[in-house]
């Protein structure tokens, strides 16, 4: 039994109220610091942050602080309406050698004082965090942790050698959440041995741990890593793109209920990365279709709800951009929910959907 707390579609009567996400999470325009590679323990089998983040060529902790230290000097100052977040994302934040982890908490600390950052994030692993480093985070003035837990499942931890389980990956997130600090957990599904029963009782575990946010990335297969040697030798079969659709459909489904949001569900686009994949559910649109195909699964709960033919549907208006999928794909499934283009309106002033 689910543990964490869902609202449900709301029935008010004559019409059935649902949520539908947010247009965009904004925790403040993020100013990103990558830090491929730095403090891991090893490469996991499916790792190509070099590729991911642009950065082809290794460059010191130093060396990645001085470029970002110019970019934000050249910023204007954040205003009492203006938000910006520095992220330390990729590597492992909690595992880099002390005298490197200060050198990027002492950058955060000056670029708050000169007002160019008000918030800050960094990503890590599960099972590189010590009570001493979580209370030197909170100090420094880091506002949320994301976690790359990947799954909860062991078996799947134990197929890509991550090193850990799927206790010490929860303990991870509880002991973040137990230093003050918001939490953010990043998942990745189609994993080896990630299933789609698996995922989504990894996205449950997850939503029962209160996140801040979540992060659906779907594994994908780039050139130069374990992953792509056992997809040639056909050890291991990525997800295809419907059935990664449909599978973080119901995921992302999960998470509005929960009013948790989820801030990414695709790898963000980079040539250099783009030009490695060799296999995999990728797709230019793929974080609208996912979007798409949860809005239908909420708003047929809702008539469900309902309990009648619905006369009409308003959503916000960040949904027209998704609404119907891929060309038009969608629109079929629409009608049959007694739900075609003449009973559908936008309200560019709605938070939630509302289904008469």
């Known amino acids: 039994?689910?543990?964490?707390?869902?609202?449900?579609?709301?029935?008010?009567?004559?019409?059935?109220?649902?949520?539908?996400?947010?247009?965009?999470?904004?925790?403040?325009?993020?100013?990103?610091?990558?830090?491929?590679?730095?403090?891991?323990?090893?490469?996991?089998?499916?790792?190509?942050?070099?590729?991911?983040?642009?950065?082809?060529?290794?460059?010191?902790?130093?060396?990645?602080?001085?470029?970002?230290?110019?970019?934000?000097?050249?910023?204007?100052?954040?205003?009492?309406?203006?938000?910006?977040?520095?992220?330390?994302?990729?590597?492992?934040?909690?595992?880099?050698?002390?005298?490197?982890?200060?050198?990027?908490?002492?950058?955060?600390?000056?670029?708050?004082?000169?007002?160019?950052?008000?918030?800050?994030?960094?990503?890590?692993?599960?099972?590189?965090?010590?009570?001493?480093?979580?209370?030197?985070?909170?100090?420094?003035?880091?506002?949320?942790v994301e976690l790359g837990i990947q799954s909860f499942d062991d078996e799947a931890l134990a197929l890509s050698r991550r090193g850990y389980s799927g206790s010490g990956a929860e303990a991870g997130c509880r002991a973040v959440a137990g230093a003050g600090l918001s939490l953010g957990i990043q998942l990745l599904p189609g994993m080896p041995g990630s299933t789609p029963e698996v995922f989504l009782a990894d996205v449950e575990k997850a939503l029962s741990l209160s996140p801040a946010c979540l992060r659906f990335y779907p594994c994908l297969v780039p050139e130069g890593t374990v992953l792509a040697r056992w997809y040639r030798e056909g050890s291991y079969r990525p997800w295809s793109v419907e059935d990664t659709v449909r599978t973080l459909g119901t995921a992302l489904h999960m998470a509005w209920k929960a009013r948790v949001p989820v801030i990414r569900l695709a790898v963000a686009p980079e040539p250099a990365f783009d030009r490695a994949l060799i296999a995999g559910p990728r797709h230019p649109a793929l974080g609208a279709l996912i979007q798409a195909e949860s809005l239908l699964s909420a708003a047929k709960e809702a008539r469900d709800a309902l309990g009648r033919e619905p006369e009409r549907l308003v959503l916000p208006r960040f949904c027209q951009g998704f609404l119907y999928g891929d060309r038009g794909a969608l629109k079929k499934r629409w009608s049959m929910l007694g739900l075609g283009p003449e009973r559908i309106v936008f309200d560019a002033h709605a938070h939630e959907a509302e289904l008469f």
Request: with cysteine; charged share 25%; glycine share 8%.
């Open 1 to 144: 039994m689910s543990t964490f707390f869902f609202t449900p579609a709301v029935h008010h009567g004559r019409s059935v109220r649902f949520h539908t996400g947010e247009r965009q999470y904004r925790a403040g325009r993020i100013f990103p610091v990558f830090l491929p590679f730095l403090g891991c323990p090893g490469q996991c089998v499916y790792c190509a942050q070099d590729k991911q983040t642009g950065h082809e060529v290794p460059s010191g902790t130093k060396e990645i602080l001085a470029e970002a230290r110019i970019l934000l000097e050249k910023a204007s100052p954040c205003t009492a309406r203006e938000e910006r977040e520095l992220a330390f994302y990729g590597g492992t934040f909690t595992a880099l050698p002390e005298s490197e982890r200060a050198l990027c908490l002492e950058f955060l600390q000056n670029m708050r004082s000169c007002g160019r950052v008000t918030r800050a994030r960094c990503s890590t692993r599960p099972d590189a965090l010590s009570p001493a480093v979580l209370k030197e985070l909170l100090i420094a003035g880091v506002d949320l």
